[in-house]
């Protein structure tokens, strides 16, 4: 059932498709949920956060869509397919799968253990080919269907002192392009959006200082960090028929931060004080 506040519902004809969102118990995969459930489409909320998943499926079931949670580690095979098993038997076959759940932590190159190394790769990495696996042979069963996966601006550009996340996403990029190329003979499209500055649960640690927020907000062209309707809103257009011809690209939605490196570059006369910029 259409959200008649969604005009544009029919045109991104998703309605009653099988759309699969990782992570989505809370922050941009949340978002992405309720956005598939507006436009109509039947939704499966996976993620290791059980209760979380529940919630975002009652404010779903709540404006009349379907929705199901199902439990999920993305990094475990078994669970994966057993999370893709229950979708194609509670909903059917999948027709979207959005690859979104990630993890990071603070840490250095120079001080990282090989434990949590690899632990941030299997989520953010092997967690991503585990559910492509998965939901693709459906896709391929069906004769076709779409993936985006969520990356990050960190894949573009070093995000230092975040461990092994910039590697991670620079590798979900590679993996997006891979899977155009081999599963284009399917029908299956694989397109990434990377988003930069996002408040959600993950970020919000970072928001929580005025002054940081204030000096974020003032190098981004946009001046103002993204929410996740910024992002969801492009993921959803991503896997609707109206990007058809659409595979194997990333779409930045970073509001502007990656074109603006040179008004980081001090230029004489044309020098902003703080008082301006406030
Ligand atoms: N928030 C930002 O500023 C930002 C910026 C760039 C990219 N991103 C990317 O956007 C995506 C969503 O980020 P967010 O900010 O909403 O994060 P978040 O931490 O708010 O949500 C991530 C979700 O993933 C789930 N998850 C983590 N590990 C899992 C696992 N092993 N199995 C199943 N579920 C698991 C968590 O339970 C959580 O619900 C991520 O891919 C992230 O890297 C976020």
Redesign the pocket.
């Known amino acids: 059932m259409t959200n008649p506040n969604t005009p544009h519902a029919s045109w991104l004809e998703l309605e009653n498709k099988v759309c699969v969102v990782?992570?989505a118990?809370?922050?941009?995969?949340a978002e992405i949920a309720r956005q598939f459930a507006a436009v109509g489409a039947r939704v499966a909320v996976?993620?290791?956060?059980q209760a979380?998943a529940s919630r975002v499926c009652a404010d779903i079931a709540a404006t009349g869509a379907r929705a199901i949670a199902v439990d999920?580690?993305?990094?475990d095979k078994a669970s994966v397919d057993r999370a893709a098993a229950a979708v194609e038997r509670e909903l059917g076959r999948c027709d979207v799968l959005v690859n979104?759940?990630?993890?990071?932590y603070a840490a250095a190159l120079m001080d990282i253990e090989m434990d949590r190394w690899r632990q941030l790769m299997a989520?953010n990495l092997d967690?991503f080919l585990l559910c492509s696996q998965a939901f693709g042979r459906q896709m391929i069963a069906a004769g076709g269907g779409s993936m985006v996966h969520?990356a990050?601006?960190?894949g573009h550009v070093p995000q230092p002192y975040s461990g092994p996340y910039s590697v991670s996403k620079a590798g979900v990029k590679m993996l997006s392009r891979l899977l155009a190329v081999e599963l284009g003979e399917h029908g299956i499209r694989s397109n990434v959006v990377s988003?930069?500055?996002?408040r959600?649960?993950?970020?919000e640690v970072i928001y929580a200082d005025p002054a940081v927020l204030r000096k974020r907000e003032q190098i981004l062209p946009a001046r103002r960090i993204g929410a996740p309707p910024d992002i969801a809103e492009v993921v959803v257009y991503l896997s609707s028929a109206r990007a058809g011809y659409v595979t194997g690209q990333d779409v930045l939605v970073d509001g502007g931060l990656s074109t603006a490196w040179l008004t980081l570059v001090p230029r004489p006369g044309f020098e902003k004080s703080d008082a301006d910029k406030a």
């Open positions: 990782t992570g118990a809370g922050g941009i995969g996976l993620d290791r956060d979380g999920c580690d993305i990094t979104n759940a990630a993890a990071i989520v967690g969520v990050s601006i960190s988003p930069a500055m996002v959600t649960p993950m970020s």
